[in-house]
């Protein structure tokens, strides 16, 4: 079932959860076949976010929590990720 998205801003904002922003437009890196942190692209086999960067995403993620996730339309043009235990959440956006 798709979500709309200011109905769910507005309930996990009185909740009081966090937002963290647009993922998409979060500082990321790049990590080589070792899982180390590289400047050479041709080395890059993922890419990740520094918890450096993002404290409280870096937390979450680095202590393995779960989050939610709602795509909001078809196109996902608009996604919205959250964990419970940490009171963050997230967008993102996977259009074409």
């Known amino acids: ?5 200011n109905r769910i801003d507005n309930k996990l ?9 647009w993922q998409n437009s979060w500082k990321h ?3 080589d076949e070792n899982n180390k942190q590289t400047e050479d692209i041709t080395k890059a086999r993922s ?6 960067d993002y ?4 937390k979450c993620r680095d202590l393995g929590h779960k989050y939610d996730e709602v795509q909001h339309n078809e196109r996902g043009s608009e996604n919205t990720c959250s964990c419970d235990i940490c009171k963050i959440y997230w967008k993102y956006d996977c259009s074409d």
């Open 1 to 5: 079932m798709k979500e709309e998205p």
């Open 13 to 21: 904002k009185e909740l009081g959860y966090k937002f963290l922003g």
């Open 29 to 31: 890196v790049y990590f």
């Open 47 to 52: 890419f990740g976010y520094l918890t450096k």
């Open 55 to 58: 404290p409280d995403y870096g």
